[in-house]
Nanobody, 123 residues
Framework: QVQLVESGGGSVQAGGSLRLSCVASVYLYNSRCLTWFRQAPGRERERVAAIDPQSTTKYEDLVKGRFTISRDNAKNTVYLQMNALEPGDTRMYYC?????????????????WGQGTQVTVSS
């Protein structure tokens, strides 16, 4: 079982920035798609950004140009740099590793999940 631990969340004002980190217990970035999801209470988890083993990235339309997903293989860590944050970005953010190297938008295709880190953006 892969352990994923997120950090870097917090409370910021609109227009501010945060960088989320997700540390994996094992090296898996050459075999899995690493994805950031976010979830509001009572809602389903939605994909925010993903990065595959070839470093190809995918972003939700609402965060394009503001969020950047990246990874540091040596540290077994994937990052989500979030700039120009908006109140609508307020969510619990989770990182997840897919069941294969392919990236999907549906949560059930991800086998390993972190516990999440809260991001709150105030106006």
């Amino acid at each position: 079982q892969v352990q994923l631990v997120e950090s870097g969340g917090g409370s910021v004002q609109a227009g501010g920035s945060l960088r989320l980190s997700c540390v994996a217990s094992v090296y898996l970035y050459n075999s899995r798609c690493l994805t950031w999801f976010r979830q509001a209470p009572g809602r389903e988890r939605e994909r925010v950004a993903a990065i595959d083993p070839q470093s190809t990235t995918k972003y939700e339309d609402l965060v394009k140009g503001r969020f950047t997903i990246s990874r540091d293989n040596a540290k077994n860590t994937v990052y989500l740099q979030m700039n120009a944050l908006e109140p609508g970005d307020t969510r619990m953010y989770y990182c997840a590793a897919s069941r294969s190297a392919s990236c999907y938008s549906i949560p059930r295709y991800y086998s390993d999940w972190g516990q999440g880190t809260q991001v709150t953006v105030s106006s």
